[in-house]
């Protein structure tokens, strides 16, 4: 990157203050010194998490009303069918099974709406401005993923608390909570890339909300948040083997509740898919800017 | 000075010692079959406010988005101080403040929040950060708004917080896409002053479109009349007055305007009036969601 050159200091801060009433602009008369290299995308990433955490510290009302869901779930869904018996769960009861994937489920769902907000952004105008900053595309998108993965961390609190309300035996393990935070930060950020990714495709909010309710429910149908993989009919196995979101449920059950689990290739298996969703999303962003 | 020599002047006077804010050299631009900028030049001298006149469609937003690095454009055809935009973009940005058409602040953040968002993304340490937003808050007069949502802010009141947000990065030109749009007489007397006192205090540069006539007149060094992707006419307001012929008595910009474009400034024809309902319809829907 070549040198910035330093704004002409044509005007004191003095003079100009004597000459007209103009405001004495002592600080911004010297541009900030930029950051390079690797210390970019950090920063960036930090500066779109505070303005999540700032949001919602305006407006818990989303906190709250998105914590509707995941609780009927548990207490309907949940409380009726650990009665029925009706689905293996290797000896635990079904609501403690069920957990983990409402877990991952309310967590998506946040991150789904990414693809949404970013048109709105572009509509709005704040998109465009945060484009022209020397952002590149690639950390604006990333912070974005992991703005995601922050708002989904905070709804998994929440799940959690309702889950143990309920007397779910999940672990209270600082190490594994942590990793189950991790776990639904890499999520939030593959959900909320694959939400952008179309958004940069359809460039519209009314073509983004449908494709939005048709994905999300085969999502989630289609992994073991509900029920494990085996009792599934061959082909939706092989559809479930490609889901994201089942390696993510998988790997929660794991920590969470110390069933069997695979949390190397869960592990893998977001990373990778996080980083291709922040490719593919931010190589479509400049559609969205045009 | 005809209109052909008014063009051409802008880009003649390239004089190897000055670099000039912006020189865009046969900017092409099109959406499809049309084309929004055609074959542009235009220099913006340093340390001046330049106005980018012209109906809705006339091609201004499309100009100062390829100046601004959001359109792909060939290199060669603009710089930025001597900075490619094609080539060099990170460097062109950190030397733009952007203020778009649409009121763009967020208004699920104070103001202060707004503007410590843009101190943040230009790498502002946090050692200075607070003093650098406080002091940008009190540039635009916000201060005492300053930690209140951005959704209960007017219009003027967010125009004035949008210029506090480019200017926390003491940018060396910056750039207003119809700063007053939608804004009643009071509020956009009052952006003005505040663009006015920033320029004075900083020396910076500001480009400016506008369609209101009166602004350009009363608040631009030089303006440039665009009328279907081209520049028409070039020069001080004074002189692009002077320069009409004897039947006007006291002839004002707009009618420099008729006299170089040959129609009126709203609805040149049927294509500008569609882009005049898209136009309000995406000021209007700005307007109730900053409400």
Same mark, same amino acid.
């Given at each position: 990157?070549?040198?910035?050159?330093?704004?002409?200091?044509?005007?004191?801060?003095e003079?100009?203050?004597?000459?007209?009433?103009a405001?004495?602009?002592?600080?911004?008369?010297?541009?900030?010194?930029?950051?390079?290299?690797?210390?970019?995308?950090?920063?960036?990433?930090?500066?779109?998490?505070?303005?999540?955490l700032q949001?919602?510290?305006?407006?818990?009302?989303?906190?709250?009303?998105?914590?509707?869901?995941?609780?009927?779930?548990?207490?309907i869904?949940?409380?009726?069918?650990?009665?029925?018996?009706?689905?293996?769960?290797?000896?635990?009861p079904?609501?403690?099974?069920?957990?983990?994937?409402?877990?991952?489920?309310?967590?998506m769902?946040?991150?789904?709406?990414?693809?949404?907000?970013?048109?709105?952004?572009?509509?709005?105008g704040?998109?465009t401005k945060?484009?022209?900053?020397?952002?590149?595309?690639?950390?604006?998108?990333?912070?974005?993923?992991?703005?995601?993965?922050?708002?989904?961390?905070?709804?998994?609190?929440?799940?959690?608390?309702?889950?143990?309300?309920?007397?779910?035996?999940?672990?209270?393990?600082?190490?594994?909570?942590?990793?189950?935070?991790l776990?639904?930060?890499?999520?939030?950020?593959?959900? &909320?890339?694959?939400?952008?990714?179309?958004?940069?495709? %359809? @460039?519209?909010?009314?073509? =983004?909300? /449908? $494709?939005?309710q #048709?994905?999300?429910?085969?999502?989630?149908?289609?992994?073991?948040?509900?029920?494990?993989?085996?009792?599934?009919?061959?082909w939706?196995?092989?559809?479930?083997?490609?889901?994201?979101?089942?390696?993510?449920?998988?790997?929660?059950?794991?920590?969470?509740?110390? &069933?069997?689990?695979?949390?190397?290739?869960?592990?893998? %298996? @977001?990373?990778v898919a996080? =980083?291709? /969703? $922040?490719?593919? #999303?931010?190589?479509?962003?400049?559609?969205?800017?045009? | 000075?005809?209109?052909?020599?008014?063009?051409?002047?802008?880009?003649?006077?390239?004089?190897?010692?000055?670099s000039?804010?912006?020189?865009?050299?046969?900017?092409?631009?099109?959406?499809?079959?049309?084309?929004?900028v055609?074959r542009?030049?235009?220099?913006?001298?340093?340390?001046?406010?330049?106005?980018?006149?012209?109906?809705?469609?006339?091609?201004?937003?499309?100009?100062?988005?390829?100046?601004?690095?959001?359109?792909?454009?060939?290199?060669?055809?603009?710089?930025?101080?001597?900075?490619d935009?094609?080539?060099?973009?990170?460097?062109?940005?950190?030397?733009?403040?952007?203020?778009?058409?649409?009121?763009?602040?967020?208004?699920?953040?104070?103001?202060?929040?707004?503007?410590?968002?843009?101190?943040?993304?230009?790498?502002?340490s946090?050692?200075?950060?607070?003093?650098?937003?406080?002091?940008?808050?009190?540039?635009?007069?916000?201060?005492?708004s300053?930690?209140?949502?951005?959704?209960?802010?007017?219009?003027?009141m967010?125009?004035?917080?949008?210029?506090?947000?480019?200017?926390?990065?003491?940018?060396r030109?910056?750039?207003?896409?119809?700063?007053?749009?939608?804004?009643?007489?009071?509020?956009?007397?009052?952006?003005?002053?505040?663009?006015?006192?920033?320029?004075?205090?900083?020396?910076?540069?500001?480009?400016?479109?506008?369609?209101?006539?009166?602004?350009?007149?009363?608040?631009?060094?030089?303006?440039?009349?665009?009328?279907?992707?081209?520049?028409?006419?070039?020069?001080?307001?004074?002189?692009?007055?002077?320069?009409?012929?004897g039947?006007?008595?006291?002839?004002?910009?707009?009618d420099?305007?008729?006299?170089?474009?040959?129609?009126?400034?709203?609805?040149?024809?049927?294509?500008?009036?569609?882009?005049?309902?898209?136009?309000?319809?995406?000021?209007?829907?700005?307007?109730?969601?900053?409400?």
């Amino acid at each position: 990157m070549s040198a910035v050159p330093a704004i002409p200091r044509t005007a004191s801060a003095e003079a100009a203050a004597g000459a007209g009433g103009a405001p004495v602009l002592s600080l911004l008369l010297t541009p900030p010194r930029a950051r390079t290299g690797w210390r970019v995308v950090p920063a960036r990433v930090g500066a779109m998490c505070i303005v999540e955490l700032q949001k919602l510290r305006h407006d818990r009302t989303e906190l709250y009303t998105r914590a509707i869901q995941p609780a009927l779930w548990l207490l309907i869904y949940g409380e009726t069918f650990t009665r029925l018996h009706a689905i293996p769960t290797g000896g635990i009861p079904y609501l403690d099974f069920l957990a983990p994937g409402i877990i991952a489920q309310s967590a998506m769902f946040i991150a789904i709406f990414y693809g949404i907000m970013i048109i709105w952004e572009r509509d709005a105008g704040v998109l465009t401005k945060l484009l022209v900053t020397p952002t590149p595309r690639a950390a604006l998108i990333t912070g974005k993923a992991f703005a995601a993965g922050v708002k989904a961390t905070i709804q998994a609190v929440v799940v959690v608390i309702i889950a143990a309300l309920l007397g779910v035996s999940l672990t209270w393990n600082p190490l594994k909570l942590i990793a189950v935070c991790l776990v639904v930060i890499l999520g939030g950020a593959f959900f &909320s890339c694959l939400s952008m990714t179309i958004a940069g495709i %359809v @460039l519209t909010r009314d073509r =983004l909300m /449908g $494709i939005g309710q #048709a994905i999300t429910m085969p999502l989630f149908f289609s992994s073991s948040a509900l029920y494990p993989v085996s009792v599934m009919p061959g082909w939706l196995q092989a559809i479930s083997k490609c889901n994201p979101l089942s390696y993510q449920v998988d790997a929660l059950r794991g920590l969470l509740l110390g &069933s069997p689990s695979h949390l190397l290739t869960d592990f893998t %298996v @977001l990373v990778v898919a996080a =980083l291709l /969703g $922040i490719l593919a #999303a931010s190589s479509l962003l400049g559609r969205l800017a045009k | 000075m005809t209109t052909q020599e008014a063009a051409s002047a802008a880009t003649a006077s390239t004089d190897p010692t000055e670099s000039a804010a912006v020189r865009c050299t046969g900017l092409e631009y099109a959406f499809g079959s049309t084309k929004a900028v055609d074959r542009l030049d235009l220099t913006v001298r340093t340390g001046e406010i330049f106005g980018l006149l012209g109906p809705n469609g006339a091609g201004k937003t499309t100009a100062i988005r390829a100046i601004t690095t959001l359109l792909p454009v060939p290199e060669g055809m603009i710089s930025v101080f001597g900075a490619d935009v094609a080539k060099d973009k990170m460097s062109v940005r950190r030397l733009l403040g952007y203020v778009p058409q649409q009121l763009s602040a967020d208004g699920g953040l104070t103001g202060r929040e707004n503007v410590a968002l843009f101190a943040r993304v230009y790498d502002v340490s946090r050692r200075e950060r607070a003093a650098r937003v406080a002091e940008a808050l009190e540039a635009v007069a916000l201060t005492e708004s300053a930690d209140r949502l951005a959704s209960t802010f007017s219009g003027g009141m967010v125009r004035r917080l949008e210029l506090a947000q480019a200017l926390v990065s003491a940018p060396r030109l910056l750039i207003l896409d119809e700063p007053t749009i939608g804004l009643d007489p009071i509020a956009r007397t009052s952006v003005w002053e505040r663009i006015l006192e920033i320029k004075e205090a900083t020396g910076m540069t500001v480009l400016v479109t506008t369609h209101y006539m009166d602004e350009a007149e009363q608040y631009c060094d030089r303006v440039a009349l665009m009328h279907k992707g081209r520049i028409r006419a070039l020069g001080t307001p004074d002189e692009l007055k002077a320069d009409l012929p004897g039947e006007y008595t006291a002839p004002s910009l707009e009618d420099v305007f008729r006299y170089h474009a040959g129609s009126g400034l709203q609805g040149a024809d049927g294509q500008s009036d569609g882009e005049d309902f898209r136009d309000v319809r995406r000021t209007r829907n700005t307007a109730n969601r900053v409400r």
